[in-house]
T-cell receptor, first 111, second 111 residues
Framework: DGGITQSPKYLFRKEGQNVTLSCEQNLNHDAMYWYRQDPGQGLRLIYYSQIVNDFQKGDIAEGYSVSREKKESFPLTVTSAQKNPTAFYLC??????????FGPGTRLLVL | GQQVMQIPQYQHVQEGEDFTTYCNSS?????IQWYKQRPGGHPVFLIQ?????EVKKQKRLTFQFGEAKKNSSLHITATQTTDVGTYFC???????????FGSGTRLSIRP
């Protein structure tokens, strides 16, 4: 099956801890994106990558980091600098900035 | 920077009534996309509009792209309980390499 997978489905973070959210796609898409969604809110862009080994900051990049070492993978690290990380994190991929295909998301909660 | 506004934020209708959500961009768009997110789920692509004045239909859903390519609407005729969810528009500025999502309209339905 082709698609985007995200893991884990739920993630708990302790104070001062860095956590990494996984995103993998087998759609052969060049572009990948990370969004944050707060309850009842829209999607805010964290980071995006148009090609391997290159990525750009979105609107709310502070406290987050990413890497794009492989075309299929675009992991997101939520660092301890992100003071309010509780949210629903969505990864997406697309080709040529067209239709975005979303993964099932990861819900991050702070203990 | 580019902004995409969407109204209304919420809409609560009786089953069988019609529903419309509107999307307005601060800049001219090269295309606009519509997504649906069911409660607890992830956004799923519905349609893309590219041409000025374009109208597309999917069963009870009618999508329009304005003549100036700065606004769009989604109209649902005779809503059903399966239509519940949040509808997002997403616009791509002709000079941008990313898509900007509107804040979404959450549709709830009284059976």
């Amino acid at each position: 099956d082709g698609g985007i997978t995200q893991s884990p489905k739920y993630l708990f973070r302790k104070e001062g801890q860095n956590v990494t959210l996984s995103c993998e796609q087998n759609l052969n898409h060049d572009a990948m994106y990370w969004y944050r969604q707060d309850p009842g809110q829209g999607l805010r862009l964290i980071y995006y990558s148009q090609i391997v080994n290159d990525f750009q900051k979105g609107d709310i990049a502070e406290g987050y980091s990413v890497s794009r070492e492989k075309k299929e993978s675009f992991p997101l690290t939520v660092t301890s600098a992100q003071k309010n990380p509780t949210a629903f994190y969505l990864c997406a991929s697309s080709t040529d900035y067209e239709t975005q295909y979303f993964g099932p998301g990861t819900r991050l909660l702070v203990l | 920077g580019q902004q995409v506004m969407q109204i209304p934020q919420y809409q609560h209708v009786q089953e069988g009534e019609d529903f419309t959500t509107y999307c307005n961009s601060s800049t001219t768009l090269s295309n606009i996309q519509w997504y649906k997110q069911r409660p607890g789920g992830h956004p799923v692509f519905l349609i893309q509009l590219v041409k000025s004045g374009e109208v597309k239909k999917q069963k009870r859903l009618t999508f329009q792209f304005g003549e100036a390519k700065k606004n769009s609407s989604l109209h649902i005729t005779a809503t059903q309980t399966t239509d519940v969810g949040t509808y997002f528009c997403a616009g791509q500025d002709s000079s941008a390499s990313k898509i900007i999502f509107g804040s979404g309209t959450r549709l709830s339905i009284r059976p």
